[in-house]
């Protein structure tokens, strides 16, 4: 049984309400309304934040009665329901977002004009929720705005991190990470859901028993408890009919502080298990490089698999007495690997809570679970140690004991006396430390598995899982990863969207084939003018945003070459700023200058315990440093390194790119959805045969993207020879050999020499 789609009308028969969107009158007197009943204050005399706040409470108004609504519609029908697992949702601001997707954006910015207020002004008030480090988590909310929009039933699942990621600063070239306190002033939109909220057991040990029939009856004994309190986050597809929901957990502590010992003046130790328990909702991925810190990023891990089972469960039982339809109706998708729990979760539940046999959850959980592999990295693919779930997870151990014994037993049956095959496919990892590979867990314990790119697919069915390939062929495939039109072109690049809106009709908002239609126009004298009067526009408002943050001018009328995302190796940041002191060195030593003048834009966050990232950002800096106050090539080349890269961010930066950086090296980005943001808004790809870039080049055309490098057949076969070695080609090359000895020499670090000899 499919999801399918819930979002036509419901009929004047239905119960159900029919919305009309917000007139100018009706939305100032909910928004006055809600400065004098929600915030105690006069409109008059609000504060920026309190009139960003009254007016998102306004809105939150409209969403509040279509998701009720929604959940009306769906428990009519009783669909199957899809519920998205992920460590992170990247959502990004939402204020905009609603209003648009609600068709609510110019009535609002009409009320609030009258009322002496500018819209954007208004928008720009609102903190990110900071619930997410990258591609991962936008591309979660993405799925979130496709799911509502398409009329779907889907949920998401996360953790209501108090910090989430950290903000990133740039003091001397450096990164420097600050707290951010995103909820700190409030957040309008999360509704607190505290009579639903889970408990959820940790740590303890086993007690081995029989029940009365004889049969083995193992016992989690001695746990402590942590509670699941859930924050809801209405979703809202394009429209408006449907508005779903995000499920956002925090952990609470089930013990208040001791009195007896407060009132004896041991004030923290009264209150240690409290902050131990509520620790692990604060922090986006601890760091993992402590004993402490894995712990806590395991206790985050189960926490959300364990309360987002405990609801779905929850929600199925108020329509079905039995679990014979659970399958049916409940799909669960897991996004990468850090949900991997929740297939040993959903069998201690079925098994320990509500009695079922072995093999009868075991159907039930494999029908039920899909899994979404998003990384070929070895670092990323993880591991638990044994000892460290022993401690946290006893039962849980135990259950994926049990799963393994049973899954060795079938391949064994398959490749009799075939040892070196059953220690790749095992559960566990031997060897001095014993490990549990969450990668096999969730390749074992789900019904379908997906790569992000075709590439991709093909990578994990040959690189990361060719055993489980060959036992289970038909459970892999491809689900090439995408983006919402309705953020990175309707929002984002609203002039853009006007345009292509004016020339085929606003049809492409909820189906980009649609976008076919513009192909005549590409010839079109009046429509390319049109594009580049709105792309200088767009730039005009980028140099502007390069100015204030760094005082740095740029020419709207150069090339602005841009290359945002993740600071990592393998997105080969490294990689282009060779290239820019490449093309520097050509015009200061060669004199060849540049066809064009070009701006080389940066901007991405280095984790805080990576080292090389964070020299990677430093390089940047300095090279730009160098480059922009240079007079020989003023006005040529230009470096640019914008701080605290984040989704507001990137909504300036997309629709201002003439070039995007795709250069990962074949085989590392899993699929790449930069590029498919950046493609929505005209900008063209320079890139490597990685990920979505393939795709990319097949829809556009060999002509219209420009890729380069090996392709990861030859890179194997290089590695497989040894054949790579780059000092022969500092030798061989003189360009090359010119642009290392200009690091080594420490043209880019004066005041500190040796700095980028690591390079």
Same mark, same amino acid.
């Given at each position: 049984?499919?999801?399918?789609?819930?979002?036509?009308?419901?009929?004047?028969?239905?119960?159900?309400?029919?919305? @009309?969107?917000?007139? @100018?009158?009706?939305?100032?007197?909910?928004?006055?309304?809600?400065?004098?009943?929600?915030?105690?204050?006069?409109?008059?005399?609000?504060?920026?934040?309190?009139?960003?706040?009254? @007016?998102?409470?306004?809105?939150?108004?409209?969403?509040?009665?279509?998701?009720?609504?929604?959940?009306?519609?769906?428990?009519?029908?009783?669909?199957?329901?899809?519920?998205?697992?992920?460590?992170?949702?990247?959502?990004?601001?939402?204020?905009?977002?609603?209003?648009?997707?609600?068709?609510?954006?110019?009535?609002?910015?009409?009320?609030?004009?009258?009322? $002496?207020?500018?819209?954007?002004?208004?928008?720009?008030?609102?903190?990110?929720? #900071?619930?997410?480090?990258?591609?991962?988590?936008?591309?979660?909310?993405?799925?979130?705005?496709?799911?509502?929009?398409?009329?779907?039933?889907?949920? $998401?699942?996360?953790?209501?991190?108090?910090?989430?990621?950290?903000?990133?600063?740039?003091?001397?070239?450096?990164?420097?990470?600050?707290?951010?306190?995103?909820?700190?002033? $409030?957040?309008?939109?999360?509704?607190?859901?505290?009579?639903?909220?889970?408990?959820?057991?940790?740590?303890?040990?086993?007690?081995?028993?029989?029940?009365?029939?004889?049969?083995?009856?193992?016992?989690?004994?001695?746990?402590?408890? /942590?509670?699941?309190?859930?924050?809801?986050?209405? /979703?809202?597809?394009?429209?408006?009919?449907?508005?779903?929901?995000?499920?956002?957990?925090? #952990?609470?502590?089930?013990?208040?502080?001791?009195?007896?010992?407060?009132?004896?003046?041991?004030?923290?130790?009264?209150?240690?298990?409290?902050?131990?328990?509520?620790?692990?909702?604060?922090?986006?991925?601890?760091?993992?490089?402590?004993?402490?810190?894995?712990?806590?990023?395991?206790?985050?891990?189960?926490?959300?698999?364990?309360?987002?089972?405990?609801?779905?469960?929850?929600?199925?039982?108020?329509?079905?007495?039995?679990?014979?339809?659970?399958?049916?109706?409940?799909?669960?998708?897991?996004?990468?690997?850090?949900?991997?729990?929740?297939?040993?979760?959903?069998?201690?539940?079925? @098994?320990?809570?509500?009695?079922?046999?072995?093999?009868?959850?075991?159907?039930?959980?494999?029908?039920?679970?899909?899994?979404?592999?998003?990384?070929?990295?070895?670092?990323?693919?993880?591991?638990?140690?044994?000892?460290?779930?022993?401690?946290?997870?006893?039962?849980?151990?135990?259950?994926?004991?049990?799963?393994?014994?049973?899954?060795?037993?079938?391949?064994?049956?398959?490749?009799?006396?075939?040892?070196?095959?059953?220690?790749?496919?095992?559960?566990?990892?031997?060897?001095?430390?014993?490990?549990?590979?969450?990668?096999?867990?969730?390749?074992?314990?789900?019904?379908?598995?997906?790569?992000?790119?075709?590439?991709?697919?093909?990578?994990?069915?040959?690189?990361?899982?060719?055993?489980?390939?060959?036992?289970?062929?038909?459970?892999?495939?491809?689900?090439?990863?995408?983006?919402?039109?309705?953020?990175?072109?309707?929002?984002?690049?609203?002039?853009?969207?006007?345009?292509?809106?004016?020339?085929?009709?606003?049809?492409?908002?909820?189906?980009?084939?649609?976008?076919?239609?513009?192909?005549?126009?590409?010839?079109?004298?009046?429509?390319?003018?049109?594009?580049?009067?709105?792309?200088?526009?767009?730039?005009?408002?980028?140099?502007?945003?390069?100015?204030?943050?760094?005082?740095?001018?740029?020419?709207?009328?150069?090339?602005?070459?841009?290359?945002?995302?993740?600071?990592?190796?393998?997105?080969?940041?490294?990689?282009?700023?060779?290239?820019?002191?490449?093309?520097?060195?050509?015009?200061?030593?060669?004199?060849?200058?540049?066809?064009?003048?070009?701006?080389?834009?940066?901007?991405?966050?280095?984790?805080?315990?990576?080292?090389?990232?964070?020299? /990677?950002?430093?390089?940047?800096?300095?090279?730009?440093?160098?480059?922009?106050?240079?007079?020989?090539?003023?006005?040529?080349?230009?470096?640019?390194?914008?701080?605290?890269?984040?989704?507001?961010?990137?909504?300036?930066?997309?629709?201002?790119?003439?070039?995007?950086?795709?250069?990962?090296?074949?085989?590392?980005?899993?699929?790449?959805?930069?590029?498919?943001?950046?493609?929505?808004?005209? #900008?063209?790809?320079?890139?490597?045969?990685?990920?979505?870039?393939?795709? /990319?080049?097949?829809?556009? $055309?060999?002509?219209?993207?420009?890729?380069?490098?090996?392709?990861?057949?030859?890179?194997?076969?290089?590695?497989?020879?040894?054949?790579?070695?780059?000092?022969?080609?500092?030798?061989?090359?003189?360009?090359?050999?010119?642009?290392?000895?200009?690091?080594?020499?420490?043209?880019?670090?004066?005041?500190?020499?040796?700095?980028?000899?690591?390079?």
């Amino acid at each position: 049984m499919s999801i399918r789609r819930l979002d036509q009308d419901p009929g004047p028969d239905s119960g159900t309400r029919r919305h @009309v969107a917000l007139t @100018v009158s009706a939305f100032q007197d909910a928004i006055r309304h809600h400065a004098r009943y929600s915030l105690g204050n006069k409109w008059e005399r609000c504060s920026d934040r309190e009139r960003f706040m009254a @007016v998102a409470f306004a809105v939150r108004d409209a969403l509040v009665d279509r998701m009720l609504d929604t959940e009306d519609r769906y428990q009519q029908v009783d669909p199957k329901r899809l519920h998205y697992l992920s460590m992170e949702f990247l959502l990004g601001q939402s204020l905009r977002n609603n209003l648009s997707n609600l068709e609510m954006l110019d009535p609002c910015r009409e009320a609030l004009r009258t009322m $002496g207020v500018n819209l954007d002004e208004v928008l720009e008030g609102e903190s990110e929720a #900071a619930l997410g480090n990258g591609g991962l988590g936008r591309l979660a909310a993405c799925f979130l705005d496709s799911l509502a929009t398409m009329g779907m039933p889907g949920y $998401g699942y996360g953790i209501n991190y108090e910090y989430g990621l950290f903000k990133q600063a740039i003091d001397s070239g450096y990164q420097r990470e600050k707290p951010d306190n995103w909820m700190a002033r $409030g957040n309008p939109w999360q509704i607190e859901r505290p009579d639903e909220a889970c408990i959820v057991p940790v740590y303890g040990r086993v007690e081995h028993g029989i029940d009365r029939t004889g049969a083995y009856n193992p016992m989690w004994m001695d746990w402590k408890i /942590i509670i699941g309190v859930p924050h809801d986050m209405p /979703i809202v597809g394009h429209g408006g009919t449907t508005v779903n929901v995000l499920r956002l957990y925090s #952990a609470r502590s089930s013990e208040e502080f001791d009195m007896q010992i407060f009132n004896e003046g041991d004030y923290l130790k009264a209150v240690e298990q409290q902050i131990a328990s509520e620790t692990i909702s604060k922090v986006l991925y601890p760091a993992d490089s402590i004993e402490a810190g894995r712990e806590l990023r395991l206790l985050q891990e189960y926490l959300l698999v364990a309360c987002a089972l405990r609801d779905i469960v929850r929600r199925y039982n108020k329509s079905h007495d039995t679990f014979d339809r659970f399958a049916s109706k409940v799909a669960i998708q897991l996004n990468d690997t850090h949900p991997a729990l929740a297939v040993a979760e959903l069998m201690r539940m079925l @098994v320990d809570e509500h009695a079922l046999p072995w093999e009868t959850a075991w159907e039930m959980t494999q029908a039920t679970l899909s899994y979404t592999n998003h990384t070929l990295m070895p670092e990323a693919l993880e591991k638990w140690p044994v000892s460290l779930l022993e401690a946290v997870l006893p039962r849980h151990l135990q259950i994926i004991y049990e799963i393994n014994r049973r899954f060795l037993a079938q391949v064994a049956s398959m490749w009799p006396r075939d040892h070196e095959r059953l220690r790749r496919m095992s559960l566990i990892e031997e060897g001095p430390q014993k490990h549990v590979r969450m990668v096999n867990l969730a390749l074992v314990g789900s019904h379908a598995v997906n790569g992000v790119s075709t590439l991709h697919t093909q990578l994990v069915r040959t690189h990361l899982a060719p055993d489980f390939s060959q036992l289970w062929p038909d459970k892999f495939s491809t689900k090439t990863n995408g983006v919402t039109p309705r953020r990175w072109l309707l929002q984002a690049n609203p002039l853009l969207s006007d345009l292509i809106s004016n020339t085929i009709g606003n049809e492409w908002i909820t189906d980009l084939e649609k976008l076919r239609a513009l192909e005549p126009y590409t010839q079109d004298v009046g429509f390319r003018q049109a594009f580049i009067a709105m792309r200088r526009v767009n730039k005009v408002r980028l140099a502007r945003l390069i100015y204030d943050a760094g005082r740095v001018v740029v020419s709207p009328d150069a090339l602005f070459d841009v290359h945002v995302k993740r600071i990592h190796e393998y997105k080969r940041q490294l990689l282009n700023i060779m290239q820019i002191v490449h093309q520097y060195l050509c015009v200061i030593q060669d004199g060849q200058e540049p066809p064009v003048p070009r701006v080389h834009i940066f901007a991405g966050k280095a984790a805080p315990g990576y080292w090389i990232a964070k020299q /990677i950002i430093k390089l940047i800096t300095s090279v730009g440093q160098v480059i922009n106050n240079d007079p020989r090539v003023k006005g040529l080349i230009t470096v640019v390194f914008l701080p605290d890269y984040r989704v507001s961010l990137a909504e300036q930066i997309v629709p201002a790119a003439d070039v995007n950086q795709q250069i990962s090296m074949a085989g590392t980005e899993a699929s790449g959805t930069g590029s498919m943001k950046f493609a929505m808004n005209g #900008a063209v790809i320079v890139g490597t045969y990685d990920g979505a870039n393939i795709e /990319i080049m097949q829809e556009v $055309g060999e002509e219209n993207i420009f890729l380069f490098g090996l392709q990861v057949d030859a890179i194997r076969q290089m590695r497989e020879r040894g054949s790579y070695h780059p000092r022969d080609y500092y030798h061989r090359n003189p360009h090359i050999r010119r642009l290392m000895d200009a690091f080594g020499s420490n043209l880019f670090c004066p005041n500190q020499p040796g700095l980028f000899r690591w390079i």
